[in-house]
């Protein structure tokens, strides 16, 4: 693909002075490639760490332990009150150095990396939503499709796990969109703690070359394509999921 396209970006280099040469020098390109899979797959595994989080969050919110309840009300109060850079930082520079280190014969590696905080960190944020997403989604399941359920002699758990939760999902799916499409944009913050994700690799690259603008630009527009498609899907699966004349 790059020796398809190179030529016109050399061309439009050396003819307006615009240098986006990571579409032109290899080097470059495999910088970039790497930067965008690499958000790609934060966002993927950020985005799944969330949903498992608000989905396991929402669940111990309505436990019968009160310990568990005032638990999971204090994890959501600190997450939610708190700039998801700050903990960023906080997961990578403070738990991070109470984590052990792994030797790799001759030199030590942190157990957990900047990727894995990121991921962890930035899931946990959004997860702190999610469980107020799931919760309300809960609490909008009729109380007679409990019953009913109970009158079939389901458990607590299989209740949560097959009437409620699928229930919940659905009608919590354009404020959980909303808030997914919010926390993968969030993702780009990982480039704080050197994750080498689009933001990084481009702020490389226009710090070797010079050419702020033209991978400002770049990075703009990746964001609008992932976000936008993300956007798409997730309103698609909120078209299929609806539940026709639910709430009318």
């Not at 958000?39 to 310990?67: D, E, P």
């Not at 959980?176 to 919010?182: F, H, P, Q």
């Not at 539940?243 to 009318?248: A, F, N, R």
């Amino acid at each position: 693909m790059l020796d398809a396209i190179a030529p016109y970006f050399k061309w439009l280099y050396e003819t307006t002075g615009l240098n986006f040469n990571v579409f032109y020098d290899s080097y470059e390109f495999n910088r970039l490639w790497a930067g965008a899979s690499n958000s790609l797959q934060l966002i993927f595994w950020t985005l799944l760490l969330s949903l498992v989080v608000g989905v396991v969050g929402a669940w111990a919110q309505t436990a019968r332990s009160v310990a568990l309840r005032v638990l999971m009300d204090a994890y959501i109060q600190a997450f939610r009150n708190t700039p998801p850079m700050i903990q960023l930082l906080f997961f990578f520079f403070g738990l991070g150095a109470l984590t052990p280190a792994v030797d790799m014969g001759g030199y030590s590696q942190p157990l957990i990396s900047a990727y894995g905080w990121a991921i962890i960190s930035l899931g946990i944020f959004g997860g702190a939503f999610n469980v107020e997403i799931f919760r309300s989604g809960l609490e909008a399941v009729p109380e007679s499709t409990l019953e009913a359920a109970e009158s079939l002699c389901f458990s607590p758990w299989q209740i949560y796990l097959y009437i409620t939760l699928p229930l919940a999902f659905r009608i919590s799916l354009p404020a959980l969109t909303n808030n997914l499409v919010s926390l993968a944009k969030t993702t780009s913050l990982a480039y704080v703690i050197a994750v080498p994700e689009m933001t990084y690799v481009l702020n490389q690259v226009w710090s070797d070359n010079v050419n702020v603008p033209e991978m400002m630009l770049l990075l703009f527009l990746f964001y609008v394509i992932v976000v936008t498609a993300l956007a798409s899907a997730l309103h698609f699966l909120e078209r299929r999921l609806a539940l026709p004349g639910y709430g009318q």
